[in-house]
């Protein structure tokens, strides 16, 4: 039974980089049927998807972020990781990481509030 | 990409059936059948209920259902339970690996 958990730290500078961690177990990242992604949610507000990863590293990035992303896989640790960088009070949101099944996020991880605050 | 178009709310009663839509273009909900809807409970990660449109993942209610007519999506929830009241989401593929999804609605079962 695959499934996902968020890491990092759940506060984060204005200006500074976000970075978070998904580790994956009950399967391997390296499954040719998935793809694995980071979605994230504002307080009070709806989803938005980041963006996605292969194991081979393809990846895919919205549009809207795509200067500040960067989404990374380690086959080794069967882990991806997301950094987003030059943050700010709108950047401040749950974010959840997500097996991508063809195209619809399967298994998503609990969530992990990041704040950006001084 | 812009944002998929949902109601912000929705209600029935008991034993009712609600739809939910979901509008977007055709660059992503009328160019594809890769629709798919979640459920979300207060505080909790989103549910999968239907993907490509109508297909329902293993667990999930017969009740849930999804359909697409041009640009436009909808998830019927048929025999409302107060366990669905919640918020719903649909996502659609947009094409070069890109996901959107809609801004969501809120379930009310009175």
Redesign the interface.
Known sequence: QLQLQESGPGLVKPSETLSLTCTVSGGSISSSSYYWGWIRQPPGKGLEWIGSIYYSGSTYYNPSLKSRVTISVDTSKNQFSLKLSSVTAADTAVYYCASLLGSAFDIWGQGTMVTVSS | ?S?LTQPRSVSGSPGQSVTISCTGTSSDVGG?N?V?W?QQHPGK????MI??VSKR?SGVPDRFSGSKSGNTASLTISGLQAEDEADY?C???AG?????????TKLTVL
């Open positions: 990409q944002a594809y890769y798919s979640y990660a989103p549910k999968l993907y490509d993942p989401y996502c659609s593929y070069s690996y890109r996901e959107v999804f809609g801004g969501g």
